[in-house]
């Protein structure tokens, strides 16, 4: 597999530090609100990577954090009269249920909160102060960016540029304006935990170092996040850690480009903000995971209703897809494959192969998309009745197989009442006898009931409106 690094810039062949084995982590939201539709879009992408990276029999330890001391979790909990514990409790709860619709694959994610890690924190800047890589002024703590070695290696930033274009306070209390904060002071009234600096809480590029070090160890595979992330946050973690441990931080570092809304940066002044929440009052969440793969995850993306409604169209073609070869294996023929459909069987593992190729060329869910497209064209165009099960079930194990890796068509048929099912069975008793005016009359109860029926040369198909 070639990953895009964005370390140098150009598709590398994806090596693991061990054998068999993928570690990730992904920068995961503060949590002092509701998730938006920008947030959505590296939990989907990175979980489709770990799903792909699952697929192809590696194991993945996935870790998602999330920042749950803040300034701005701090300001909203006193907004409110109450704790920085409660507000954050109640926006991972939040998220935990948007990541259910999104299908994000929670049984394999490790969640880690700051708050849990201040110890080690407390160890790790302890560890840079005693190589000369931070100093305490006051109780706050700082990294001195001059012991960083390649700072800017990342995000590709100058050093000079960026301190001839810092501005300092008076109160500047910083050795140099780039230096950035390991430990903050505690203001009053704030929460805060005991150091050797004094009373406080850390600050945010910390965290990440430390709860990656911590659960994945001083090198690992895969650091992820959206672009905006490479400049300070990624940049940040690089400088503190390299310098304490002296090895690479990641070898791989993946960002996913930003998405606007109605050809804007989203914003709450412009309107144009949006949450999970609110987008699934109008849409199923899948057709937003699904409007989330069907973009190269490093190119940048539009969101719009218009945009949401031709995906959900897209996302139904897949579907009644799915829907024919369900019906198929009840009624196609049960026998072995003849020549013609050997050489059938052949273009269906093409469509395989095509996929994986897709997903193994820097995560092209785009192209993947492209693939299920082609198989549900090709089952709709030669399959019927008369084919072979066999080759049925192979073309629907397929489609569910690699439909999985992309988190899609996981929805399952609700069971109709036993009185709709009878109605349908009457009704195509009667056209079979004839009796048109029985089949229409039987049609339009059916229709009362919310019940709409397709007559297709494949049989009777039924969706609920």
């Known amino acids: 597999m070639k990953i895009y690094n964005t370390l140098t810039r150009k598709k590398e062949e994806f090596m693991p530090v061990v054998e068999g084995q993928v570690s990730m982590y992904i920068c995961g939201p503060t949590v002092y609100n509701y998730i938006h539709v920008g947030n959505a879009r590296p939990m989907v992408i990175f979980d489709t990577l770990r799903r792909f990276f699952m697929y192809r029999g590696y194991n993945v330890k996935y870790i998602s954090n ?139 590029h910390i965290e990440c170092s430390v709860m990656s070090r911590t659960l994945l160890g001083d090198t690992i595979d895969i650091h992820a996040g959206g672009e905006d992330l490479q400049f300070p946050h990624h940049e940040n973690e ?39 929440k609110e987008i699934a009052e109008e849409f199923d969440l899948e057709i937003l995971r699904f409007f989330l793969l069907s973009a190269h995850y490093r190119s940048p993306m539009n969101f719009t209703r218009e945009i949401m409604h031709q995906m959900e169209n897209a996302l139904e073609r897949l579907y009644n897809g799915k829907k024919n070869l369900e019906y198929l294996l009840e009624n196609a023929e049960d026998r072995e494959l003849n020549k013609e459909e050997n050489n059938l069987q052949d273009t269906v593992e093409k469509f395989k192969k095509e996929f994986i190729e897709s997903m193994e060329d820097d995560l092209n869910t ?85 019940i709409v029926l397709e007559d297709a040369q494949e049989g009777v198909k039924w969706k609920r409106i």
């Open 66 to 204: 999330f920042t749950d001391i803040d300034d701005r979790i701090i300001n909203r909990a006193n907004e409110e009269n109450t704790t920085f514990n409660d507000i954050s409790e109640r926006y991972i709860k939040a998220l935990m249920e948007d990541a259910k619709g999104l299908n994000i694959y929670e049984e394999k994610t490790i969640h880690p909160k700051a708050t849990e890690f201040i110890q080690p924190m407390i160890e790790f800047i302890e560890a840079l102060i005693e190589k000369g890589a931070a100093y305490n002024v006051d109780g706050n703590v700082y990294f001195n960016i001059d012991s960083a070695k390649d700072y800017g290696k990342l995000s590709k930033k100058n050093i000079e540029d960026l301190m001839s274009g810092a501005r300092i306070e008076v109160s500047e209390e910083k050795n140099n304006p780039m230096d950035f904060a390991l430990w903050k002071k505690a203001k009053e009234g704030e929460p805060y935990w005991e150091s050797p600096w004094g009373n406080g809480r850390p600050g945010w």
């Open 238 to 276: 690089i400088a503190q850690s390299e310098t304490l441990t002296e090895k690479p931080f990641a070898n791989y570092w993946m960002h996913n480009g930003m998405l606007n809304v109605e050809n804007q940066k989203m914003s709450k002044s412009l309107g144009n903000f949006f949450t999970v």
């Open 366 to 450: 785009a192209d993947a998309i492209a693939s299920l497209f082609e198989l549900v064209k090709f089952s709709n165009s030669n399959l019927n009745e008369k084919s072979s099960k066999k080759l049925v079930q192979i073309s629907y194990d397929l489609l569910l197989e690699l439909s999985n890796v992309l988190g899609i068509l996981n929805k399952k048929d609700e069971i109709l009442e036993d009185e709709i099912l009878n109605l349908i069975e009457k009704r195509t008793m009667a056209r079979k006898n004839k009796d048109f005016k029985l089949a229409d009359e039987i049609r339009d109860m059916l229709k009362e009931k919310g």
